[in-house]
T-cell receptor, first 112, second 114 residues
Framework: AQSVSQHNHHVILSEAASLELGCNYS??????LFWYVQYPGQHLQLLLK??????LVKGIKGFEAEFIKSKFSFNLRKPSVQWSDTAEYFC??????????FGPGTRLSVLP | ETGVTQTPRHLVMGMTNKKSLKCEQH?????MYWYKQSAKKPLELMFV???????ENNSVPSRFSPECPNSSHLFLHLHTLQPEDSALYLC?????????????FGQGTRLTVV
């Protein structure tokens, strides 16, 4: 069965620092990849998604992610974080015949 | 507002109670999901319905019973739960279960079993 792993459980950054959150998935075939964000007390929201085409995907709020097929990775990046980015971030994968599988999440705390 | 509405937002129930969680989507999707979100654990997929047929039951105990009367509504009936069932229960919907679709989530029901 497919699995998704995220490298960090909790990341603490100061405002304006650069962010990179790691995500790896296990499936070798065609796969859709997602990053979702969950702000405190709110629902899961889609940040960005990769279906096909350009492996560098741009999402909302200045986030981007790069799909590297050879590394089975889909890392999330942001050049300069803000206090309002404090949230939990979930990587997810979806491949043919399977359902959406989520990673365990990474909690991001941004210090003002 | 995500287009997926869950009620109630919070629920406290005793181990002998019977209650139901409701999910409604206004997106015209034909697939709906129940996930369980517990602290420090990945989202656990519980059930998947596609075109009102259950297509996945992820080894969920029978004290959880889903119902999908139509493509817009999904219920999770609860009975004789255990304290370890306390969690955030999330409903999601998507346009089918094939590739090139994304899941939209509701705000969840925070369930506490006492």
């Amino acid at each position: 069965a497919q699995s998704v792993s995220q490298h960090n459980h909790h990341v603490i950054l100061s405002e304006a620092a650069s962010l990179e959150l790691g995500c790896n998935y296990s499936y070798g075939g065609t796969v859709n990849l997602f990053w979702y964000v969950q702000y405190p007390g709110q629902h899961l929201q889609l940040l960005l998604k990769y279906f096909s085409g350009d492996p560098l995907v741009k999402g909302i709020k200045g986030f981007e992610a790069e799909f590297i097929k050879s590394k089975f990775s889909f890392n999330l990046r942001k050049p300069s974080v803000q206090w309002s980015d404090t949230a939990e971030y979930f990587c997810a994968a979806h491949n043919y015949g399977q359902n959406f599988v989520f990673g365990p999440g990474t909690r991001l705390s941004v210090l003002p | 507002e995500t287009g997926v509405t869950q009620t109630p937002r919070h629920l406290v129930m005793g181990m002998t109670n019977k209650k139901s969680l409701k999910c409604e989507q206004h997106l015209g999707h034909n697939a709906m999901y129940w996930y369980k979100q517990s602290a420090k654990k990945p989202l656990e997929l519980m059930f998947v319905y596609s075109l009102e047929e259950r297509v996945e039951n992820n080894s969920v105990p029978s004290r959880f019973s889903p119902e999908c009367p139509n493509s817009s509504h999904l219920f999770l009936h609860l009975h004789t739960l255990q304290p370890e069932d306390s969690a955030l229960y999330l409903c999601a919907s998507s346009q089918g279960t094939a590739l090139n679709t994304e899941a939209f989530f509701g705000q969840g029901t925070r369930l506490t079993v006492v």
